[in-house]
């Protein structure tokens, strides 16, 4: 089968892969959709953590599974999505149902070789039914699913100001949930295309260009109050660290965003705020749940994210370009 290798940061190398042996408990998948997720650009950079070369990218996936043993409710021709953290079910993470920070976790494209090929094996607990979305649309599902779980994480709650640093696809995915979720939503980000795709393409009503007097304007905007709750979506260290000074006092800081560095605020804004810091990992089965029912009622469209596709066979030279701000992307998908 066709694969694509990510060999060394910057060079992709297509090759030829044994097709996966089925073994009971498992299905295999030919995938159709491959959405590129921020993971995917850090690892062709180099700046992605967890991360060893060689490696074959994808795990934002879609495909029908074309042989399967022994997973009850799954069948041939069934069109699935794919959780891709496979985690030890053992360890205190597991235990305790949050399988998405499993001590030994391997996610799908970042630990082990990933969804950039024709065929996949994959354990049955990890398929989630299609549930009639299309391929495009269940290849965003995982996306979605981690801002989801983000926002869940911060119990947000009708009325409250919620800001959300970084307008990329899990930062406008952010926005989107804490919005279902009743929130009154801001957004910064530094490109002043993607803030307007939150505005018009997603209704967020305060959106505001990262500078200098961002503190004054949120202030304005939150009469005074500051919002409650802040989301970093950027995995930029500098805005992690200044995000705290966006904050109400009793708010809730929630980092979904991932850099290599060291966190550091000013302990006393901290400490003064009583601040509750988390960060938000990857994503659980209940998410992905939350995520296919609000696209099936319509408070979600995966599809108005996608601006552009890709052929399997030109990623190789296209992908570079998918880092240049110049080509506004927000969600590129592969097809298989």
Do not use: W
């Not at 060394?8 to 030919?30: C, D, Q, R, S, W």
């Not at 994480?153 to 696809?169: C, D, K, S, T």
């Not at 005074?224 to 800081?253: E, S, W």
Request: hydrophobic content about 40%; charged content about 20%; proline content about 5%.
């Amino acid at each position: 089968m066709k694969t694509l290798i990510c060999t060394t940061p910057g060079n992709f190398e297509y090759g030829l892969g044994a097709m996966p042996e089925l073994v009971p408990g498992h299905a295999i998948i030919k995938i159709q959709k491959i959405g590129i997720c921020g993971t995917d650009l850090h690892a062709f950079e180099g700046t992605q953590p967890y991360f060893n070369y060689p490696r074959i990218l994808g795990h934002e996936l879609a495909g029908a599974i074309v042989s399967v043993d022994d997973v009850p409710g799954f069948n041939i021709g069934d069109i699935v999505t794919v959780i891709p953290y496979e985690n030890c079910g053992t360890c205190i993470a597991c235990r305790a149902g949050k399988p998405n920070c499993c001590e030994k976790i391997a996610v799908l494209g970042v630990h082990k070789d990933g969804g950039m090929v024709e065929y996949l094996l994959v354990p049955g607990r990890l398929l989630v039914h299609g549930e009639g979305l299309t391929p495009e649309q269940l290849a965003l599902v995982e996306p979605l699913a981690v801002s989801a779980h983000g926002i869940r994480r911060a119990n947000v709650q009708n009325g409250e100001f919620v800001l959300v640093m970084g307008a990329g696809p899990i930062g406008l995915a952010a926005m989107e949930f804490a919005r279902i979720a009743g929130a009154q939503v801001i957004a910064i980000d530094m490109q002043e295309k993607r803030l307007q795709f939150a505005k018009t393409a997603l209704g967020v009503p305060h959106v505001l260009h990262a500078g200098a007097d961002i503190v004054a304007q949120v202030k304005e905007i939150t009469g005074g109050d500051m919002p409650t709750v802040v989301v970093d979506a950027t995995g930029n260290q500098k805005a992690i660290n200044n995000g705290i000074h966006y904050l109400a006092h009793g708010g809730r800081y929630v980092l979904i965003g991932l850099q290599k560095d060291l966190l550091m605020f000013s302990h006393p804004e901290f400490h003064k705020r009583e601040t509750t810091l988390m960060s938000s990992r990857n994503a659980t089965r209940a998410d992905f749940e939350q995520v296919i029912r609000c696209i099936k009622e319509g408070q979600v469209r995966p599809e108005t994210y996608i601006t552009h596709r890709i052929k399997f066979g030109d990623v190789k030279t296209v992908f570079g370009s998918l880092l240049d701000p110049e080509r506004e992307v927000i969600k590129a998908i592969v097809d298989m």
